[in-house]
């Protein structure tokens, strides 16, 4: 039995994350270097669903300390 993995929109088409430019807020956040194979997965859906959206806009955000 063939196992089926990843991302998928509403139509059934795979969506790659690397295909995907992350917003300039999730390069200043804190999960963007998170390990946790969970946090990706949730920031993956958050950046999918606002594609076409003018403005991102992330409840997830945490800043990173800037050095």
């Known amino acids: 039995m063939e196992e089926i993995s990843g991302y998928f929109d509403d139509d059934g088409n795979e969506l790659n994350p690397n295909f995907y430019p992350k917003p300039s807020l999730c390069l200043s956040c804190k999960s963007n270097e998170a390990e946790d194979e ?22 997830a ?7």
Do not use: G, S
Request: proline content about 3%; glycine content about 0%; aromatic content about 18%.
């Open 61 to 67: 955000y945490r800043q990173k300390k800037m050095p």
């Open 38 to 59: 969970f946090e990706e997965i949730l920031c993956n859906l958050t950046r999918f669903d606002q594609v076409d959206e003018k403005e991102f806009k992330c409840f």
